[in-house]
């Protein structure tokens, strides 16, 4: 049994309230979007988020209410609705080994699902009666995503990333919707000011450390991870092993930063920027970017730990804390 599928084991009940409140939530008169709802939630990934939500619920007050509930479903609709955008903006043709809806409906269609999902995710906020901290934790998530990717791109034009704007990036399109997905649920649950803030520090570092494993993972061999490697780099985009090898190797800083910006992201010359990717590859591999990487996302995946230590001792604070040490654990 996995952790994800231990953890399900630990809520079963509300897991599934859960998707049946997904299901039910986004029923629509359009036989089109029923069609596309459809087969977005038969190919969801592992809902690690709403996942985090309820076991933080059980964690908090030892129940799930119907308003932790909801924020689970929240936090699912809006990770799902980010991804549908995303989707258009990188024209993407796969997600998780299947057709995304841009390539199998339109990028109009894969734009409009998004929204769509958002508004239901704010539907449900209001409908479930969730106190007004909680829609503004919701709507800042939003706001950090949106900002989140538009530095990214910024960046990704500028090539003068540093590790404090790495850490805002991901901050902001990652963690932001950790927070609110923990946050959230400690908050419906009648969590105490002090557990609230430190699930909130929790979620942070765990968010953080997600977003990095992510980014080590993207330099490893295909063959480990089942996803095209270089994706990052092919995007101009320096993340925390390039940084890293930036930083052990300082007199090679300005001559990497160079290459990256011979990357054209044209697709015409999509062989030309491989040959550039691969090479920055070599560069961040033999400088030791991945075991400094790894050695950062322990150290974040640590802190995440320490501030469960406010929760009182249970199956489920054991489950956040194994969360933690799986992301952390490469």
């Keep these: 049994?996995?952790?994800?599928?231990?953890?399900?084991?630990?809520?079963?009940?509300?897991w599934e309230g859960f998707?049946?409140?997904?299901?039910?939530?986004?029923?629509s008169r359009s036989d089109l979007l029923n069609r596309i709802n459809g087969y977005l939630l038969g190919n969801s990934g592992k809902k690690l988020r709403p996942l985090l939500a309820?076991?933080?619920?059980?964690?908090?007050?030892?129940f799930i209410n119907p308003k932790a509930v909801a924020c689970a479903a929240?936090?699912?609709l809006i990770h799902t609705a980010t991804l549908l955008h995303d989707d258009v903006v990188d024209g993407s043709d796969h997600r998780r080994g299947q057709l995304t809806v841009r390539k199998l409906f339109s990028s109009g269609a894969s734009l409009l699902m998004g929204d769509y999902w958002l508004t239901r995710a704010i539907h449900l906020l209001i409908a479930y009666g969730c106190p007004y901290e909680v829609l503004s934790i919701y709507s800042k998530s939003l706001e950090e995503l949106s900002e989140g990717e538009i530095i990214q791109m910024e960046l990704a034009d500028s090539l003068r990333t540093t590790e404090d704007d790495y850490i805002q990036v991901i901050r902001r399109k990652t963690a932001s919707l950790f927070i609110a997905s923990v946050k959230g649920p400690a908050i419906v649950s009648g969590a105490s000011d002090e557990v609230v803030s430190a699930m909130e520090q929790y979620a942070y570092w765990l968010g953080c450390s997600f977003q990095i494993r992510d980014d080590i993972l993207d330099y490893r061999p295909t063959s480990e991870t089942g996803k095209d490697s270089d994706c990052d780099i092919m995007e101009r985009k320096i993340t925390m092993p390039?940084?890293?090898a930036m930083r052990n190797a300082p007199e090679e800083e300005e001559r990497i930063r160079r290459r990256m910006g011979d990357i054209t992201c044209d697709p015409s010359r999509v062989e030309q920027d491989r040959e550039v990717a691969a090479e920055i590859r070599s560069f961040v591999l033999s400088h030791g970017?991945?075991?400094?990487?790894?050695?950062?996302?322990?150290?974040y995946a640590l802190k995440a730990q320490e501030y469960l230590k406010v929760l009182?001792?249970?199956?489920?604070?054991?489950?956040l804390m194994s969360i933690a040490a799986y992301v952390g654990g490469l």
């Design 312 to 319: 009182k001792p249970s199956q489920c604070r054991d489950g």
């Design 54 to 62: 309820l076991v933080t619920a059980k964690a908090c007050s030892g």
């Design 242 to 244: 390039l940084l890293c």
């Design 1 to 14: 049994m996995t952790l994800t599928e231990e953890l399900r084991s630990a809520v079963a009940t509300e």
């Design 289 to 299: 970017g991945l075991d400094s990487a790894r050695g950062v996302l322990r150290d």
């Design 74 to 76: 929240v936090s699912e």
């Design 19 to 27: 998707e049946r409140l997904m299901a039910d939530s986004l029923t």
